[in-house]
């Protein structure tokens, strides 16, 4: 039974920085680039976003639009100018993926917005300039290619194994499309679809190392690794010097990056904090938080104007950046909205995550045992975030043990949150996907 992945085309919602800036669309390219490292060729098919230039990204145009017929296993063919936006035309542009290692194509639909006339462009495509793919990959937006892809399978064209990954936070099993195997991010999540009638694994999501490395930011005052951590120190007084926080080396720096929990970020537990002894900079996002953690974050600035600092910007942003270089914690909650990457970014830059839990956090950190010295992480009960309090006392009292809390941070740092490792157990996936599929076939 063969198991080889000649080749797998990945249908992405979006593409960073090709057709999409936002968590997921660098997700699809971080993920692209780690699974061509694994030998497999790789071919990205994903929307054009409105503001894109292809040409200016290196991608060439073809010289004629592609005329799409209603059914996709009908065959393809290139169309005129008349009629297409309305029946199934749309502009195609192709070249390498941004960091090489596999191909990237933007289907261009001029503004169509009826139907699925991109996702039938994907199955098109793969039929009509190849490789016909081993497996296809989608995700829960881009489910709808599976059965058009399955629709243009002929002879020469076996249908091919698929996988699903699944970003929301809370899916619905039930609208999910079918796929040979199914990919949550975290083991909780996968427990719960398994329970719902849909069988699923867990894969945890890597994060992008060509924007997060400490060792090669350009935003950062100071670049820092396991081997090398003392540019962290360095990142940390500049960072207290810029928000206007009295420069501390010693004074433990918490913080809070978009988005900022309400619920979690009440005003009891917001006062505590900022009355524990430690700094806290909370960064909100206008476009992704809500106004009452915003208000709160501002309250405690203005009232603790040595202790708190508040500011806006995105969770991927220059100060971002300088910000979880510059912390010893960063607090991290369970209601984040779907991100594609690994919240436990963090990490890489050695800010201890103080978090529920739950999810991703459950699967991959370990609560620091000072006795033991292990761990990453100050873990609280998912349903009692009064209990965010008492966890990050706990990290206090760590970050004032200099030796082992020294460690706690190199040990940090040392975390393989590649998404090369994720790519790993992906192209397992497909294997697993491929066998499932020809068994169903027999």
């Given at each position: ?245 009295p420069p501390r080396a010693k004074a433990p720096l918490i913080t809070a990056l978009p988005p900022v929990e309400a619920a979690t970020l009440t005003g009891e537990t917001a006062d505590a904090l900022a009355q524990s002894g430690a700094q806290l ?135 393989d949150l590649s998404w090369r490792t994720a790519a790993h157990r992906y192209l397992e996936a497909y294997r697993d996907a491929l066998r499932a599929h020809h068994q169903s076939a027999a």
């Amino acid at each position: 039974m063969p198991t080889r992945i000649h080749s797998a085309l990945f249908v992405a919602p979006a593409i960073a920085p090709h057709s999409g800036g936002d968590d997921v669309a660098r997700a699809v390219h971080a993920f692209a680039r780690a699974l061509a490292s694994q030998n497999v060729n790789v071919s990205v098919v994903a929307p054009r976003g409105e503001d894109d230039d292809p040409e200016a990204l290196g991608l060439a145009r073809w010289l004629q639009p592609l005329a799409l017929a209603e059914d996709p296993g009908a065959g393809p063919g290139a169309g005129s100018d008349s009629g297409a936006r309305g029946g199934g035309q749309v502009d195609v542009y192709e070249g390498a993926l941004p960091s090489g290692g596999g191909r990237l194509t933007l289907i261009d639909t001029g503004g169509e917005t009826r139907g699925d006339a991109w996702l039938r462009a994907a199955a098109v495509l793969a039929k009509r300039r190849g490789p016909w793919p081993s497996v296809v990959h989608v995700t829960e937006a881009t489910g709808g290619a599976i059965p058009l892809i399955r629709a243009a399978a002929d002879e020469a064209h076996p249908a091919p194994a698929t996988v699903l990954s699944v970003l929301s936070a809370r899916p619905e099993p039930a609208t999910l499309p079918a796929a040979d195997r199914v990919v949550a991010p975290s083991a909780q999540q996968a427990d719960l679809l398994s329970e719902a009638g849909r069988p699923a694994i867990a894969i945890p999501p890597g994060i992008d190392e060509s924007s997060w490395n400490p060792a090669h930011d350009p935003h950062l005052p100071a670049t820092f690794s396991a081997s090398r951590p003392e540019g962290k120190a360095t990142c940390k007084l500049e960072l207290q010097r810029q928000l206007g926080l009295p420069p501390r080396a010693k004074a433990p720096l918490i913080t809070a990056l978009p988005p900022v929990e309400a619920a979690t970020l009440t005003g009891e537990t917001a006062d505590a904090l900022a009355q524990s002894g430690a700094q806290l900079v909370l960064l909100t996002d206008p476009d992704r938080d809500q106004p009452s953690a915003r208000a709160i974050a501002r309250d405690l600035a203005g009232r603790y104007p040595t202790r708190v600092a508040a500011c806006d910007g995105p969770a991927d942003g220059e100060l971002a950046h300088r910000i979880v270089a510059g912390a010893d914690f960063a607090l991290l909650t369970s209601g984040a909205p779907p991100r594609g990457m690994s919240q436990l970014f963090v990490l890489a830059y050695g800010a201890i995550p103080v978090a529920p839990r739950a999810g991703e956090f459950a699967d991959r950190l370990v609560d620091v045992d000072p006795r033991t010295a292990t761990g990453l992480g100050f873990l609280y009960p998912q349903d009692a975030p009064l209990e965010l309090v008492t966890a990050v006392r706990r990290a206090l009292r760590a970050f004032h043990d200099r030796p082992s809390f020294d460690a706690l941070t190199r040990r940090a740092l040392g975390v393989d949150l590649s998404w090369r490792t994720a790519a790993h157990r992906y192209l397992e996936a497909y294997r697993d996907a491929l066998r499932a599929h020809h068994q169903s076939a027999a």
